[in-house]
């Protein structure tokens, strides 16, 4: 029962570099989002997706750009990595309409030197 | 727009001590309420929900009543185990732009049981 899995799990990165996160769902979700946590600040959504080929922006959107090509994934891009963006990443999937709940990746931690 | 108001952490506790953790929110509309923990080292995991005024929702000894009158919905156990330190937050299911919905989250409460 794989659920979410998120990859790479760790990831150092410095100023001005870019990468990818990956995120892949085995559930047949429609919806899928990207969050980041910061300390006292909960998880604050970036971007999400609810179908393949769709892509909207959440509360935190600025620096990251996402992809969703095939159903299953969820791509999360840096361009050019800035220290503000040092964080923990979860991705989520979940069914449609309102009262389903989220499943969450495990998490990949990020830090930008 | 939505928002979630939770305590303050951490919380500490004697194992076997009654827990609430408190939760209140701003919503338009009727939003779904829920309760996720976050183990270390681990993502969120669904505790418990409640989709209308009420409702209570409960799940390994831990209960929350949608209470909309008060906007709250407060989440308790009545005898706490060292397993269950960890992170919980709080959370209810926004509706963003073009009627798409995502969760909106506390800031979440850090409890530690001690044996």
């Given at each position: 029962n794989a659920g979410v899995t998120q990859t790479p799990k760790f990831r150092v990165l410095k100023t001005g570099q870019s990468m990818t996160l990956l995120c892949a769902q085995d559930m047949n979700h429609e919806y899928m989002y990207w969050y980041r946590q910061d300390p006292g600040m909960g998880l604050r959504l970036i971007h999400y997706s609810v179908g393949e080929g769709t892509t909207a922006k959440g509360e935190v959107p600025?620096?990251?750009?996402?992809?969703?090509?095939?159903?299953?994934?969820f791509l999360l891009g840096l361009e050019s990595a800035a220290p503000s963006q040092t964080s923990v990443y979860f991705c989520a999937s979940s069914l449609a309409g309102m009262r389903q709940p989220q499943h969450f990746g495990d998490g990949t931690r990020l830090s930008i030197l | 727009g939505?928002?979630?108001?939770?305590?303050?952490?951490?919380?500490?506790l004697s194992e076997e001590a009654f827990l609430t953790i408190?939760?209140?929110?701003?919503?338009?509309?009727?939003?779904?309420?829920?309760?996720?923990?976050?183990?270390?080292?681990?993502g969120l995991q669904l505790l418990l929900k409640a989709t209308k005024a009420?409702?209570?929702?409960?799940?390994?000894?831990?209960?929350?009543?949608y209470r909309k009158e008060t906007t709250s919905f407060h989440l308790e156990k009545g005898s706490v185990q060292v397993s269950d330190s960890a992170v919980y937050f709080c959370a209810l299911s926004s509706?963003?732009?073009?009627?798409?919905?995502?969760?909106?989250?506390?800031?979440?409460?850090?409890?530690q049981v001690q044996p």
């Open positions: 600025d620096g990251y750009n996402v992809s969703r090509l095939k159903k299953q994934n | 939505d928002s979630v108001t939770q305590m303050e952490g951490p919380v500490t408190n939760c209140t929110y701003t919503a338009t509309g009727y939003p779904s309420l829920f309760w996720y923990v976050q183990y270390p080292g681990e009420d409702d209570k929702g409960s799940n390994k000894g831990f209960e929350a009543t509706f963003m732009d073009m009627g798409r919905r995502a969760l909106t989250f506390g800031s979440g409460t850090r409890l």
